[in-house]
């Protein structure tokens, strides 16, 4: 096994399905030492597939092999004495254990976090479920559908005149294995430090509100309720997904100059100059949207997509593709960067699926990934080798005092902007690093300019909830980068910083004079991520991304609409998240690291390829039957009966029988001869069926037959919007919406990091900076900068700032 990042780390994997089991991956992947605990069934993604053959073989499910890369793996019977017995000699030895439900069901079980603890004092238990442990739903049962109804996702995904939709592929699953694979990281690093255990609590649902966002602050900022309309995306009007003769473009415009770029580049300068399309707005979309649509098909219909992809980016116009699987193995920056990697497996034979979503300066060779384990295939080796158990059970500390948040004392220079970069440096805040934003006032962050209503008595620029939200818990100063005497005083930030992290485009930090080879001569052991769209090193390097083009480019937006439909954008904050969280999994890595060795690097992070990870799942699919699933509405392969359907009170609800059982109970709900009419899973994936369940479920108002039928043992859950969302009792019980009041704008609530540390300090709630609101603050302490020189070496005016150009 190669050694590199996290081969400190020894893990147990008790987890089935995807979300565990995508947690552990990833720290797999970067050298833990994972063991994968099956039941003797095995886990149950074994059945999910897609399988190469005609005859399902649980060797070969698609699913499980890409959730379960670089493990080995065990059988335990858990509820046998014997099983019991070899798991308490394994948590002697294994101190991480990741688990795929609350901590009230594992304690059902006879394995609660106090009870690892017996086992071993400095055990981290991570449990990671549909709702988090503790709470009035913590034991609600979930699925992806489920999860995308009840976190905010299904209220924007789809069309006015359709039902509302989960997103394509299982990404709310895999964006909290995500997010449990950071705090994982985080508390392992911590107890380096303290030597302490900890119970780390991860909930879907709270990472589909976190990358939801829309619902609960386009309520609070703008007093509406958003509903669904994902044939467009979030822009300056709005973006497009539309066919030319060869797939599907995305016309992408983030900004109102890359708006009239787009429609000058289209030939069509008279939309943006036209004052009946003034106001035109994606957030409040009417049929002026379809107007523009109607132009744009009409403009690209004779060429094709990847044509006028080039040409548009050449012209600094940020255009997206919308590949399917077999176009998303065949992009040019993924094939330069060597992002595939092909794992000979002794049963379903070579298979190529996506790889590690960045380079390193630490290492001349790409991390390879092992391949998944058969059932029990490591049995007999690792329990072999277990010692015996202690003869005294060990004692869970009883802690009078919380610890400190486990980055208490790192420091990062954070020269990112919008989204993407901000959102990795959010984790870092939260979990207690002194975060400093760079800004510079003839260059805001362009995040200031999203969302602002009006009405506001504070400046514009501190007015968008957007920034707002990803920015709490940072301090902000102003520089100037282009006068050599801004740069000189982010060199002494350097100084003393762990992390520097930056996504330009390539080559403008080294046009500033501050490339990693620079700043390494300052810091030797510096760690700097830098955060490309494509990647540093590749011939697209220099082109435009943002949240909507890469979910476009990574296959999120094919998987993701009505059957036989177009393809939707997900109504989400766009890939920009999905790379930010899978960014400070790296940087964690890169931490843990340096821990051991006492070196930096340079991380080269590509955003689309980071968001690939989180549908690779089809891909490997793909890779393995050659059959694309493409846009299956809310249909799932094995999950049957499972759809949103309309409720009496106008509301619509998710339902996921997720195994026969499930079906069972439901049909003898509704009418017990729907279980003998629609015995088989493919009879139940059909209109008849949907048209049914929907003629039932308009009998009932939503929430009270959520819970009628989570009382029967069927996941379900209401389509959520801003308000529901805001008074969740989950939410509301795991303090899910955090409060913060800022100067001129009022009270407001912004989703917070979807875990919590049992063991560590609260996270820290300060607002998000005030543009140069800690410039003094920070260049007078950690620059060195003397009262005297103050006033010569800030040299951006905040108070002098033109309202205009800062829009």
Same mark, same amino acid.
């Given at each position: 096994?190669?050694?590199?990042?996290?081969?400190?780390?020894?893990?147990?994997?008790?987890?089935?399905?995807?979300?565990?089991?995508?947690?552990?991956?990833?720290?797999?992947?970067?050298?833990?030492?994972?063991?994968?605990?099956?039941?003797?069934?095995?886990?149950?993604?074994?059945?999910?597939?897609?399988?190469?053959?005609?005859?399902?073989?649980?060797?070969?499910?698609?699913?499980?092999? *890409?959730?379960?890369?670089?493990?080995?793996?065990?059988?335990?019977?858990?509820?046998?004495?014997?099983?019991?017995?070899?798991?308490?000699?394994?948590?002697?030895?294994?101190?991480?254990?990741?688990?795929?439900?609350?901590?009230?069901? @594992?304690?059902?079980?006879?394995?609660?976090?106090?009870?690892?603890?017996?086992?071993?004092?400095?055990?981290?238990?991570?449990?990671?479920?549909?709702?988090?442990?503790?709470?009035?739903?913590?034991?609600?049962?979930?699925?992806?559908?489920?999860?995308?109804?009840?976190?905010?996702?299904?209220?924007?995904?789809?069309?006015?005149?359709?039902?509302?939709?989960?997103?394509?592929?299982?990404?709310?699953?895999?964006?909290?294995?995500?997010?449990?694979?950071?705090?994982?990281?985080?508390?392992?690093?911590?107890?380096?430090?303290?030597?302490?255990?900890?119970?780390?609590?991860?909930?879907?649902?709270?990472?589909?509100?976190?990358?939801?966002?829309?619902?609960?602050?386009?309520?609070?900022?703008?007093?509406?309720?958003?509903?669904? *309309?994902?044939?467009?995306?979030?822009?300056?009007?709005?973006?497009?997904?539309?066919?030319?003769?060869?797939?599907?473009?995305?016309?992408?415009?983030?900004?109102?100059?890359?708006?009239?770029?787009?429609?000058?580049?289209?030939?069509?300068?008279?939309?943006?100059?036209?004052?009946?399309?003034?106001?035109?707005?994606?957030?409040?979309?009417?049929?002026?949207?379809?107007?523009?649509?109607?132009?744009?098909?009409?403009?690209?219909?004779?060429?094709?997509?990847?044509?006028?992809?080039?040409?548009?980016?050449?012209?600094?116009?940020?255009?997206?593709?919308?590949?399917?699987?077999?176009?998303?193995?065949?992009?040019?920056?993924?094939?330069?960067?060597?992002?595939?990697?092909?794992?000979?497996?002794?049963?379903?034979?070579?298979?190529?699926?996506?790889?590690?979503?960045?380079?390193?300066?630490?290492?001349?060779?790409?991390?390879?990934?092992?391949?998944?384990?058969?059932?029990?295939?490591?049995?007999?080796?690792?329990?072999?080798?277990?010692?015996?158990?202690?003869?005294?059970?060990?004692?869970?500390?009883?802690?009078?005092?919380?610890?400190?948040?486990? @980055?208490?004392?790192?420091?990062?220079?954070?020269?990112?902007?919008?989204?993407?970069?901000?959102?990795?440096?959010?984790?870092?805040?939260?979990?207690?690093?002194?975060?400093?934003?760079?800004?510079?006032?003839?260059?805001?962050?362009?995040?200031?300019?999203?969302?602002?209503?009006?009405?506001?008595?504070?400046?514009?620029?501190?007015?968008?909830?957007?920034?707002?939200?990803?920015?709490?818990?940072?301090?902000?100063?102003?520089?100037?980068?282009?006068?050599?005497?801004?740069?000189?005083?982010?060199?002494?930030?350097?100084?003393?910083?762990?992390?520097?992290?930056?996504?330009?485009?390539?080559?403008?930090?080294?046009?500033?004079?501050?490339?990693?080879?620079? @700043?390494?001569?300052?810091?030797?052991?510096?760690?700097?991520?830098?955060?490309?769209?494509?990647?540093?090193?590749?011939?697209?390097?220099?082109?435009?991304?943002?949240?909507?083009?890469?979910?476009?480019?990574?296959?999120?937006?094919?998987?993701?609409?009505?059957?036989?439909?177009?393809?939707?954008?997900?109504?989400?904050?766009?890939?920009?998240?999905?790379?930010?969280?899978?960014?400070?999994?790296?940087?964690?890595?890169?931490?843990?690291?340096?821990?051991?060795?006492?070196?930096?690097?340079?991380?080269?992070?590509?955003?689309?390829?980071?968001?690939?990870?989180?549908?690779?799942?089809?891909?490997?699919?793909?890779?393995?039957?050659?059959?694309?699933?493409?846009?299956?509405?809310?249909?799932?392969?094995?999950?049957?009966?499972?759809?949103?359907?309309?409720?009496?009170?106008?509301?619509?609800?998710?339902?996921?029988?997720?195994?026969?059982?499930?079906?069972?109970?439901?049909?003898?709900?509704?009418?017990?001869?729907?279980?003998?009419?629609?015995?088989?899973?493919?009879?139940?994936?059909?209109?008849?069926?949907?048209?049914?369940?929907?003629?039932?479920?308009?009998?009932?108002?939503?929430?009270?037959?959520?819970?009628?039928?989570?009382?029967?043992?069927?996941?379900?859950?209401?389509?959520?919007?801003?308000?529901?969302?805001?008074?969740?009792?989950?939410?509301?019980?795991?303090?899910?919406?955090?409060?913060?009041?800022?100067?001129?704008?009022?009270?407001?609530?912004?989703?917070?990091?979807?875990?919590?540390?049992?063991?560590?300090?609260?996270?820290?709630?300060?607002?998000?900076?005030?543009?140069?609101?800690?410039?003094?603050?920070?260049?007078?302490?950690?620059?060195?900068?003397?009262?005297?020189?103050?006033?010569?070496?800030?040299?951006?005016?905040?108070?002098?700032?033109?309202?205009?150009?800062?829009?």
């Amino acid at each position: 096994m190669q050694k590199h990042y996290l081969n400190n780390l020894k893990v147990l994997d008790l987890s089935q399905g995807i979300a565990g089991p995508f947690c552990a991956k990833l720290l797999a992947d970067l050298g833990a030492d994972v063991i994968k605990v099956e039941p003797p069934t095995g886990d149950v993604s074994r059945q999910y597939g897609p399988f190469p053959g005609e005859e399902p073989d649980p060797e070969c499910s698609a699913s499980f092999f *890409y959730f379960n890369t670089s493990k080995r793996g065990l059988v335990l019977d858990l509820d046998s004495a014997d099983g019991r017995d070899a798991l308490a000699r394994l948590v002697t030895e294994y101190d991480i254990v990741i688990a795929g439900e609350s901590e009230e069901t @594992l304690r059902g079980q006879g394995l609660a976090y106090t009870d690892f603890c017996q086992w071993n004092p400095k055990v981290i238990l991570t449990t990671i479920s549909g709702f988090g442990s503790f709470g009035p739903h913590s034991e609600y049962l979930s699925s992806h559908l489920v999860a995308c109804a009840m976190g905010g996702w299904s209220q924007l995904c789809g069309l006015p005149e359709g039902e509302p939709l989960q997103t394509g592929g299982a990404t709310s699953e895999t964006l909290a294995g995500a997010y449990a694979a950071v705090a994982t990281s985080l508390a392992a690093f911590a107890r380096n430090t303290h030597g302490g255990g900890e119970h780390v609590d991860v909930s879907v649902q709270e990472a589909v509100l976190a990358a939801a966002s829309f619902p609960t602050m386009t309520y609070e900022y703008h007093d509406r309720v958003r509903d669904r *309309y994902s044939s467009v995306g979030g822009g300056a009007v709005a973006c497009y997904m539309v066919p030319t003769r060869e797939g599907y473009l995305g016309l992408d415009a983030l900004t109102w100059e890359q708006w009239i770029q787009l429609c000058g580049f289209l030939g069509r300068d008279d939309i943006a100059a036209n004052p009946r399309f003034e106001g035109t707005s994606w957030n409040n979309p009417d049929g002026r949207l379809e107007e523009i649509r109607e132009a744009f098909r009409e403009a690209v219909r004779d060429r094709t997509a990847m044509e006028l992809f080039h040409e548009a980016q050449a012209a600094r116009v940020p255009f997206g593709l919308v590949p399917g699987m077999a176009e998303l193995y065949a992009l040019p920056p993924h094939l330069e960067r060597g992002f595939f990697q092909t794992i000979t497996h002794p049963v379903a034979g070579d298979v190529t699926i996506p790889g590690i979503p960045f380079h390193s300066s630490a290492r001349d060779e790409q991390v390879c990934l092992g391949r998944p384990p058969l059932l029990g295939e490591h049995s007999e080796e690792i329990l072999g080798a277990l010692p015996a158990r202690p003869s005294t059970a060990g004692v869970a500390p009883t802690l009078e005092t919380p610890r400190p948040l486990p @980055l208490s004392g790192v420091k990062v220079v954070d020269l990112s902007m919008f989204f993407a970069g901000p959102s990795c440096t959010q984790i870092f805040a939260d979990a207690g690093a002194d975060v400093i934003k760079i800004e510079s006032v003839q260059r805001i962050d362009g995040w200031r300019s999203s969302g602002v209503p009006s009405g506001m008595t504070a400046p514009a620029w501190e007015c968008s909830p957007h920034f707002n939200w990803i920015n709490r818990n940072k301090r902000g100063i102003t520089l100037n980068l282009t006068d050599s005497r801004g740069v000189e005083l982010v060199k002494r930030l350097v100084q003393d910083a762990d992390v520097v992290i930056e996504n330009y485009t390539p080559r403008v930090m080294e046009k500033f004079g501050l490339g990693f080879d620079t @700043l390494r001569e300052i810091k030797q052991d510096l760690i700097m991520i830098s955060m490309p769209g494509f990647g540093s090193n590749v011939s697209w390097r220099d082109y435009l991304a943002f949240g909507m083009s890469t979910e476009q480019m990574s296959g999120m937006a094919h998987l993701t609409g009505y059957e036989g439909g177009e393809p939707l954008f997900t109504g989400t904050t766009g890939g920009d998240l999905y790379s930010g969280v899978m960014g400070a999994h790296v940087l964690m890595a890169a931490l843990h690291e340096r821990r051991t060795t006492g070196k930096g690097q340079y991380i080269d992070l590509s955003q689309v390829e980071a968001c690939t990870l989180y549908v690779g799942d089809a891909m490997t699919g793909f890779a393995m039957t050659g059959i694309d699933p493409g846009r299956r509405g809310n249909r799932h392969l094995l999950f049957a009966s499972q759809g949103i359907y309309p409720c009496r009170d106008k509301r619509w609800i998710g339902i996921s029988c997720r195994t026969e059982e499930d079906w069972q109970r439901l049909a003898g709900m509704i009418d017990p001869e729907l279980a003998e009419r629609f015995a088989t899973t493919t009879s139940r994936q059909s209109a008849e069926l949907d048209g049914i369940v929907a003629a039932w479920t308009e009998g009932y108002e939503a929430s009270t037959l959520m819970v009628e039928l989570q009382s029967a043992g069927i996941a379900a859950g209401v389509v959520q919007n801003g308000p529901d969302l805001l008074r969740d009792p989950q939410l509301q019980a795991r303090g899910s919406l955090l409060l913060q009041d800022r100067p001129g704008v009022g009270e407001k609530h912004y989703p917070g990091q979807p875990y919590r540390f049992r063991n560590a300090e609260t996270p820290p709630n300060r607002r998000a900076p005030l543009l140069g609101e800690h410039s003094i603050e920070v260049l007078t302490g950690e620059a060195g900068v003397s009262d005297d020189e103050i006033g010569q070496l800030i040299i951006d005016d905040v108070t002098g700032m033109d309202p205009v150009a800062a829009r």
